[in-house]
């Protein structure tokens, strides 16, 4: 289960963020990556890792609210 659930919109760099809810061993996780569009251009990698938080903690920290409506509207489509 890889399900992108959130995208955030390119910045002045021509980069955004991406969540991603993945099934880990332990439990299912946000993952939280940037990436660059335009990739084939650049130096700098295409993606990267920034985080893997879990689906609690993300929901309990201090993340983008958008983000997290979205991934609880996913996972209530999920458990359905």
Do not use: W
Not at 9 to 23: H, I, K
Request: with cysteine; hydrophobic share 35%.
């Amino acid at each position: 289960m890889d399900e992108p659930f959130h995208r955030t919109r390119p910045d002045s760099q021509d980069e955004y963020e991406r969540y991603t809810l993945v099934q880990h061993p332990e439990g299912p996780y946000v993952r939280h990556e940037r990436i660059r569009l335009h990739a084939a251009q650049a130096e700098n990698p295409f993606m990267r890792q920034m985080q893997m938080i879990d689906v609690g903690a993300f929901l309990a920290g201090d993340r983008c609210p958008t983000a997290k409506r979205k991934l609880q509207a996913l996972l209530e489509a999920i458990s359905s």
